[in-house]
């Protein structure tokens, strides 16, 4: 029998406030589904579009980007660029002809572990109805015979 | 044309001007200085088109302390502002002499604005506005989309044309080059090989159509590029290409270019 999907989502979190937020779920021991794997960064700001692009190259069916809310970046303004950039990369992967709903902003402080556990499951869910996301890579040249 | 660069010269507003050379019937760009400013010829319009202003930005990069003048298209222009804005260029050390392309050409290239602001030669033509590509790339749904992106990345040989031709490509040290984010030796590369350049277009590309015209895979890169400044536009309200204003790429801490969403 084929297991049912499972979707691999990777989630970069700020190390201030959403990976904070991720602990106290975790130590305040919220149920949150497994497939968020999560990768901490020093400040949102430092997630680069094309991080985000290469975790859809590599496989995951889903990104989620977390940092603290607007105002409280503990680089001061390290989040707008979080805002600016990831707002533009959600509709280039949209033109690039992968649904946007596989990517996702949100703002979790560190006091908001309940919000994080909610957005992991209401995440997880939405791109598990999604199903597994399609290969994001050309096909090699030599595959097919040329 | 040559009353006036030579006027340039020899009044010292610039060491040395950039504009054209038939060679063979084929106008190529020339650098002209006060010894052989008499082999400049008047000017004609014509069709072939060179990253000029990259050709002046390796010059400027060699001799930081000449002024230089340049004979620039519509694109060329929007090039050279770009690359004043990312400070690539000091606007005080070029001198610029602007020329019109022709109805043709315009059509030819879907150009937005076939003429520079500062108009010395030739009449401007209409503006192009619309591109057919993009048009139909909208229409489509989205996993033919994905398909018809990926039939056209299969065909890169990773050359870096685009990339060598392109006016406001000016990084010394390459995104595409680095092998962790784009695995080497692979062809064709990995999408992201495209993506990431599209992403470095935004707020910088200038639709000037070289990257497209030069791939020897033939690949619609202009849309890209294209759609991606679409996005800057709507997203951003910045127009790239025009005299004034900053990519809000550029700056870290800017309100005033925070879209509307979620806080
Ligand atoms: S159209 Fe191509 S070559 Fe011209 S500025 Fe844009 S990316 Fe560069
Ligand atoms: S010019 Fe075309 S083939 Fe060469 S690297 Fe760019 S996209 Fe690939
Ligand atoms: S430190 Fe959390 S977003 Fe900058």
């Known amino acids: 029998m084929q297991s049912p999907f499972e979707p691999k989502i990777l989630a ?63 680089y001061i303004k390290g989040n707008y660029m979080t805002l600016k950039r990831m707002t533009f990369v959600q509709e280039l992967i949209r033109f690039a002809g992968y649904n946007p709903e596989r990517f996702r902003l949100e703002w979790i402080s560190s006091a908001e572990g309940v919000k994080f556990a909610e957005v992991a499951r209401d995440f997880t869910e939405k791109v598990r109805s999604l199903g597994p996301a399609p290969p994001f890579e050309a096909s090699p040249r030599l595959a097919m015979g040329i | ?176 080059e680095h092998k962790e984010l784009i695995p080497a030796q692979k062809l064709p590369p990995d999408t992201s090989f495209h993506l990431v350049r599209a992403v470095h277009m935004a707020g910088r590309c200038i639709d000037c159509g070289l990257c497209e015209e030069i791939c020897p895979a033939g690949i619609p890169l202009r849309a890209l590029y294209k759609r991606v400044n679409h996005l800057v536009e709507n997203i951003f309200q910045y127009k790239t290409g025009v005299a004034d204003g900053k990519s809000p790429f550029t700056m870290l801490g800017d309100e005033s270019f925070l879209p509307a969403g979620p806080r």
């Not at chain 1, 949102?44 to 094309?50: D, I, M, W």
């Not at chain 2, 400027?60 to 090039?79: H, W």
């Not at chain 2, 993009?134 to 989205?142: D, F, G, H, K, Q």
Request: aromatic share 10%; charged share 25%; net charge neutral.
């Open chain 1, 12 to 74: 970069f979190l700020c190390n201030w406030c959403s990976y904070a937020g991720a602990d106290l779920a975790g130590v305040s021991r919220l149920q949150y589904p497994p497939n968020i794997r999560v990768m901490r960064v020093m400040c949102s700001g430092t997630v680069s579009p094309h991080h985000v692009i290469h975790a859809f190259q590599r496989g995951a069916d889903g990104v989620l980007v977390a940092g603290c809310h607007i105002g409280d970046c503990h």
């Open chain 2, 1 to 176: 044309m040559k009353t006036k660069v030579r006027q340039l010269l020899e009044d010292g507003r610039v060491d040395a001007f950039l504009a054209y050379k038939t060679i063979h019937g084929v106008p190529y760009p020339a650098l002209f200085t006060r010894e052989n400013v008499d082999e400049l010829e008047p000017w004609a319009p014509f069709k072939a088109r060179y990253p000029v202003t990259k050709i002046l930005l390796a010059q400027a990069r060699q001799n930081p302390e000449k002024t230089y003048g340049v004979l620039v298209r519509g694109c060329e222009e929007r090039s050279l502002n770009e690359l004043f804005k990312w400070n690539q260029l000091a606007r005080d050390k070029v001198v610029v002499l602007g020329h019109a392309c022709t109805e043709d050409l315009a059509l030819y290239c879907e150009c937005p604005k076939p003429y520079p602001d500062q108009l010395d030669y030739g009449e401007a033509p209409a503006p192009v506005s619309k591109s057919r590509r993009l048009e139909e790339l909208e229409a489509m749904p989205e996993n033919d989309r994905l398909q018809w992106w990926l039939s056209h990345f299969n065909r890169c040989i990773r050359c870096h044309g685009c990339r060598d031709v392109c006016p406001v490509c000016f990084c010394t040290e390459c995104s595409l």
